[in-house]
C-alpha cells in the first residue's frame, strides 16, 4: 500500500505544499507516496484581489495544473482530524461522510475573518475575507442604484485601517461611481483605532496613505472603535453615528478552526507554533504551512504574516519538509530573510515598501504597475506543465528577489 501525504486546502500554502511534495518525491523517483489534497474545489482563490471588483475572475482553476503533476485531489470539507490515528473525516461533494489516512498530515487550512457577535457586527456588514462573501458584496452594492439617493446609500464605511481596509475602501469611490454615476454624493469612511491615519503600517507609508486617501476623498476616523452596527449604519465609541447601508469588516483574522484540534501551543491568532521545517511542535507527523503556522521567518525576531507572500514561501517548505521527513531525508528549514509590501490605493495608484519598517521605494503609477503585475501574474499557479511546474516549487527559490 501506498505511502500518503495529505494536503488540507487549495489555498497558496495547500497548493505548493503539493507542487513541493511532488517535487521532491520526483527528484527521489519514488512512486510509493501519494500526495493527496483534499478542498472543496480544485481551484485557488485569489484572495488577495478580493478588494477588487468582479471577484469571480480572480478564481485559477487548479484541475489541469494537478492532472499535469499527478496530485490526487480529493472533493470535500474536512471536519475532524485524529492525529492519534493518523485519520482525518471529512463531507464529500454529496453530503456524504468519509475519511482518508495519512502518513503525513500538511494543515493549509487558511484563516477566516473573526466578527464579535456583539452589537449585530456579525450580522450587518460584509467583507473581502472569501470569494461567496466579496461575490455578497458585490451584489449588495449593484443593489444600491435601486435606492432612493440619500446619505446611508451613498455611504460606505470601512472597519479596520490594515491592509484589505486600506486596499477595499481606496478602491470603494471608483466602484461606487460606476454603479451610482457621477453625480452622487459618494463617502467612504475607514474606522481605525489608530491615532493617525494607516499608521499601523509605520510611519512612512502611513503618509503615503494619508495622500492618497485625501486625494480619492477617502475619510478617516481614528482612534476610534465601532461599537454597534444595524441596516443603516453604524455606532462609535465616541457617540458618533454614521448613516451607511454598506459596512465592510476588515480586521481580525484567526487560523483555521481545524488548528483546534491539533495539539500544540498557539499564537493570539490561532495558528500552531511550528519548527523550523514546518512541523507543529510536539507532533511527529502533522506540518502547518501558510496562515495556520506560526514561525520565524529570519533570525532577527520576525515571523511570517498571514500573507500570501509568506504563504507561497512556506507551502513550499512544509511540502519539500513532510516527504523529506517521510523517507528519511534532510530537510530545509524555512527561511524568508527579504519582506516587501504593495498597497493598493485605487485610482491613486499603490505604495511598494521594503524592509519591516516599510520603507518607501516606489509611490503612484510605479508601483501600481508592479501591484498589478503581482496580483496578474506573480502569485497565480504555474502553468501546467509538469517539469516547469515542480521546478518552481523549490523551497530555495526566494519568492521576493
Not at 471577484?55 to 494537478?66: C, D, I, K, Q, V
Not at 452596527?229 to 451607511?244: P, S
Not at 500544540?264 to 519548527?275: A, K, M, N, Q
Amino acid at each position: 500500500m501506498k505511502q500518503q501525504i495529505l494536503i488540507i486546502g487549495a489555498g497558496f500554502g495547500g497548493l505548493w505544499s503539493a507542487l513541493a511534495a511532488l517535487r521532491l518525491l520526483d527528484q527521489q523517483q519514488r512512486q510509493d507516496v501519494t500526495v493527496t489534497l483534499l478542498a472543496p474545489q480544485a481551484e485557488l482563490h485569489v484572495r488577495p484581489r478580493l478588494y477588487e471588483p468582479d471577484a469571480a475572475s480572480t478564481t485559477a482553476p487548479l484541475g489541469e495544473l494537478f492532472d499535469a503533476v499527478g496530485v490526487n485531489f480529493v472533493q470535500g470539507t474536512a471536519t475532524q482530524i485524529d492525529t492519534q490515528g493518523k485519520r482525518v473525516s471529512y463531507v464529500d461533494a454529496t453530503g456524504a461522510e468519509q475519511a482518508l489516512a495519512y502518513d503525513r498530515l500538511v494543515l493549509a487550512a487558511g484563516s477566516q475573518v473573526a466578527r464579535p457577535s456583539q452589537g449585530g457586527m456579525d450580522r450587518h456588514t460584509f467583507d473581502v475575507d472569501s470569494l461567496a462573501s466579496a461575490l455578497e458584496l458585490e451584489d449588495h452594492l449593484r443593489s444600491l442604484r435601486t435606492l432612493p439617493d440619500s446619505p446611508a446609500r451613498n455611504t460606505v464605511v470601512v472597519v479596520g485601517g490594515g491592509f484589505t481596509g486600506i486596499e477595499a475602501a481606496t478602491e470603494m469611490p471608483a466602484r461606487l461611481r460606476a454603479i451610482l454615476g457621477d453625480s452622487a454624493a459618494i463617502r467612504v469612511i475607514i474606522v481605525d483605532p489608530g491615532k493617525r491615519v494607516g499608521i499601523a503600517l509605520g510611519s512612512q507609508i502611513a503618509e503615503v496613505v494619508a495622500e492618497a486617501s485625501d486625494t480619492l476623498g477617502v475619510q478617516w476616523r481614528t482612534g476610534t472603535l465601532v461599537t454597534a452596527v444595524d441596516a443603516n449604519g453604524v455606532v462609535l465609541d465616541n457617540g458618533e453615528r454614521i448613516d451607511a447601508r454598506t459596512v465592510i469588516w476588515a480586521v481580525g483574522l484567526r487560523a483555521s478552526p481545524l488548528t483546534t484540534q491539533i495539539a500544540g501551543e498557539r499564537d493570539r491568532f490561532g495558528r500552531l507554533h511550528t519548527d523550523q521545517n514546518l512541523k507543529v511542535i510536539g507532533q511527529d507527523a502533522v506540518y502547518a504551512t501558510g496562515d495556520t503556522a506560526f514561525v520565524p521567518c529570519d533570525d532577527m525576531g520576525n515571523h511570517a504574516l498571514m500573507s500570501c507572500q509568506h504563504a507561497i514561501a512556506l507551502g513550499r517548505s512544509a511540502g519539500n519538509n513532510a516527504v523529506a521527513d517521510l523517507l528519511g531525508l534532510k530537510p530545509i528549514p524555512y527561511s524568508q530573510p527579504k519582506y516587501v509590501t504593495c498597497l493598493d490605493l485605487g485610482a491613486w495608484g499603490a505604495v511598494f515598501t521594503e524592509g519591516w519598517e516599510r520603507q518607501v521605494v516606489l509611490t503612484k503609477a510605479e508601483a501600481k504597475e508592479l501591484k498589478i503585475q503581482i496580483n496578474t501574474q506573480w502569485i497565480y499557479p504555474p502553468a501546467p506543465d509538469r517539469a516547469s511546474a515542480l521546478a518552481a516549487a523549490d523551497p530555495l527559490i526566494p519568492v521576493v528577489a
